[in-house]
């Protein structure tokens, strides 16, 4: 059983090394289609419901433009903006968004002791897992696996994602399912309170 596990653990990791070799200088070149919502750098989204892409993961990053070129991720906004890249394309863009930095925002001082104690203990009476289990206590992600940076992230952003989690809206990718099933367990009083206290995490 312990081989078993240390192969699946050994492949994926070496699946991510594979998926994790943009180029960040030739992602720059079309990156500046992504400005017109993303702002410089993937840094500063026009609107709150925009996600902020820098230093997101590249792993991360890849995966989901591939899942949005392919269709299996529906995003509106981004309808036909990657159908010209290639796979190369897409993991230079995942490269050159992860090598820019993360701002942090401003956490609502009413919620970061819920939003504190749902991302680092999550709530055992309803079974939430701690969000730090799997994006880090300081909400930096975990890069071999491809679970994002979340530390920083804009908070409508994170509400509107844990909302389509578990509205089932968002169900594509390796790790939708462990997402779906966390948002079905919180309440709107908690999507809040932890998307607020990640947007201020760092």
Do not use: W
């Amino acid at each position: 059983m312990k081989k078993l596990i240390a192969g699946v653990v050994l492949g994926f990791g070496l699946t991510a090394m594979a998926h994790g070799a943009g180029d960040p200088q030739a992602g720059a070149q079309n990156a500046a289609v992504c400005a017109g919502c993303h702002g410089q750098n993937g840094a500063q989204p026009v609107m709150g419901v925009y996600p902020k892409l820098s230093g997101l993961g590249e792993v991360y990053l890849y995966r989901q433009l591939q899942l949005i070129k392919s269709g299996e991720r529906a995003v509106t906004e981004m309808t036909g903006l990657l159908d010209a890249m290639s796979d190369q394309d897409l993991q230079d863009l995942a490269a050159y968004f992860d090598s820019k930095d993360m701002p942090v925002g401003q956490a609502d001082p009413d919620l970061v002791e819920q939003g504190q104690s749902l991302y680092l203990g999550g709530n055992l009476a309803t079974g939430i897992p701690a969000c730090a289990g799997c994006h880090n206590p300081q909400g930096k992600g975990n890069e071999p696996a491809g679970y994002p940076r979340l530390g920083g992230q804009n908070a409508e952003y994170v509400v509107k994602q844990l909302g389509a989690y578990r509205e089932g809206s968002r169900s594509a990718g390796q790790n939708a399912q462990v997402m779906i099933d966390v948002a079905n367990r919180l309440s709107d009083a908690e999507i809040k309170a932890v998307a607020s206290y990640i947007s201020g995490l760092h």
